[in-house]
């Protein structure tokens, strides 16, 4: 079965501190996803990464930062969190960027930063 | 700028009743579009639809897209109380961008 698995499902943080936000995916997939999910905004693309060490930016990369150092991991990293960065995130990976197969979504961690 | 609209935004309904939910895009480099079922955590795969016309069912829920008018509605009959969630629309654009509509909540009533 499709397994992808985001560390924490909720998580608490300060202003200004390094968030890190795991993801990891069992299917040996090439590409690989990170969206925040806001009420009224629907899912929003911050970066993909369709190769290890390669990514792309999305339509809202700002204030954040990704690595992908294997293939089966793609960490989103918030550099000095901020509170509108308060949100739901969500990871995702999928066979090909071209689009023939779906893509599949890790459970969310609702990120909060007071 | 690609957009996606889906309407309503939000439903209740009773049991057994039918709906149909609509989902209107505009995006460059338009390939297909898929729907999604988030429930409580993350979204689900329904379907992907690349072609107009070709209706694709699966049980109550089937789905249709018109490439010339860049819509799609996926209905569902005899609702349960299961069909509860966000139902999400995503037109696929070779993966410039993903543009997720803001989905359509269900209710389903008893």
């Known amino acids: 079965d499709v397994k992808v698995t985001q560390s924490s499902r909720y998580l608490v943080k300060r202003t200004g501190e390094k968030v890190f936000l795991e993801c990891v995916q069992d299917?040996?997939?090439?590409?690989m996803f990170w969206y925040r999910q806001d009420p009224g905004l629907g899912l929003r693309l911050i970066y993909f990464s369709y190769d290890v060490k390669m990514k792309e930016k999305g339509d809202i990369p700002e204030g954040y930062s990704v690595s992908r150092e294997k293939k089966e991991r793609f960490s989103l990293i918030l550099e000095s969190a901020s509170t509108n960065q308060t949100s739901m995130y969500l990871c995702a990976s999928g066979r090909t960027v071209v689009g023939n197969q779906p893509q599949h979504f890790g459970d969310g961690t609702r990120l909060s930063i007071l | 700028e690609d957009k996606v609209v889906q309407s309503p935004l939000s439903l209740v309904v009773h049991e057994g009743d039918t709906v149909t939910l609509n989902c209107s895009y505009e995006v460059t480099n338009f390939r297909s579009l898929l729907w999604y079922k988030q429930e409580k955590k993350a979204p689900t795969f329904l379907f992907m639809l690349?072609?107009?016309?070709i209706e694709k069912k699966s049980g109550r829920l089937s789905s249709i897209l018109d490439k010339k008018e860049l819509f799609s509605i996926l209905n569902i009959t005899a609702t349960q109380t299961g069909d509860s969630a966000v139902y999400l629309c995503v037109p696929d654009n070779y993966g410039q961008n993903f543009v997720f509509g803001p989905g359509t909540r269900l209710s389903v009533l008893p």
């Open positions: 690349t072609s107009s016309g």
């Open positions: 299917m040996d997939h090439e590409n």
